[in-house]
């Protein structure tokens, strides 16, 4: 089976339905194979560990599960697909406007540093050296900018022609004030929040830090190194927003998804 058209982010290796446990297979095997292949193309290392949890979190008795997971099957795949859409527009961008290292960067797997070991991954749906290498579409910055662009574009009814222009102007600028990877997600960051947090856009600061320091993208890879460089980056970039993410608690951080600073030690 071929990912469907525009899918080309991200490390392609299809799962299948019988490798999956008995519990977690639903009657609708179309979709569950989907959900694979559209979180391969992504670089999601276990989307339907991923749709298994965003279902429990919605159940309110057990005869609920299949029909949760089953929901959180299709909005998954639904938010991915969006997801890898919006980075292949950035991609594009950064190709047309001349930035070949950086859009190199952006598609070359990023070797792992040795003392930081990858989280819990399924090894029937990644690369055979996923170990070694982070698929573009997995490392913190190819999670990160799909999303903060499309924090940027709006979600759900918030979304509006205005505010998606203003994203693919935003991309544009921070593209040419990038260099690398980690420098263009966080100037994309410091671009969309709202002015109060010194930016240009009308994302909110504290979304648009869940996605740039995404606490589940640090489990997953377990790449403190990148956060610390990006955050970097924030914190050079633009005082205000990094006053704010420095002045988060603990508490809120968990609650928001977003990697603790004190884990920096910036």
């Not at 670089?43 to 309110?60: D, M, T, Y």
């Not at 991915?80 to 991609?91: F, K, S």
């Not at 540093?113 to 290498?133: I, T």
């Amino acid at each position: 089976m071929n990912p469907p058209e525009g899918l080309k982010f991200g490390t392609i290796r299809h799962g299948h339905p019988q490798d999956m446990p008995p519990a977690l297979i639903l009657n609708d095997r179309h979709l569950l194979q989907k959900l694979l292949m559209v979180g391969a193309a992504h670089g999601c290392p276990n989307p339907v560990q991923v749709a298994l949890e965003i279902g429990l979190s919605r159940i309110k008795s057990p005869k609920d599960l299949p029909e949760a997971i089953e929901k959180a099957e299709e909005w998954l795949i639904a938010r991915q697909m969006e997801c890898n859409i919006e980075m292949n527009h950035v991609l594009d961008v950064t190709k047309t406007q001349g930035a070949d290292e950086l859009y190199n960067s952006l598609t070359t797997p990023k070797k792992r540093l040795s003392n930081e070991p990858v989280g819990p991954y399924n090894r029937r749906l990644v690369s055979s050296n996923y170990a070694e290498y982070m698929p573009p579409g997995s490392t913190p910055v190819g999670y990160g900018i799909p999303r903060v662009k499309i924090e940027e574009m709006g979600r759900d009814e918030k979304r509006t022609p205005e505010r998606v222009e203003k994203s693919n102007l935003l991309v544009k600028k921070a593209i040419d004030q990038s260099h690398t990877p980690e420098e263009l997600l966080a100037n994309l960051a410091c671009l969309v929040v709202t002015p109060a947090f010194g930016g240009e856009g009308d994302a909110d600061a504290l979304a648009v830090l869940s996605q740039t320091l995404s606490a589940t993208s640090h489990k997953e890879q377990g790449c403190t190194s990148v956060f610390k460089e990006i955050a970097s980056n924030i914190r050079t970039k633009s005082p205000l927003l990094w006053k704010f993410y420095t002045s988060l608690s603990v508490e809120e951080c968990t609650k928001a998804d977003i990697v603790v600073s004190s884990i920096l030690s910036l």
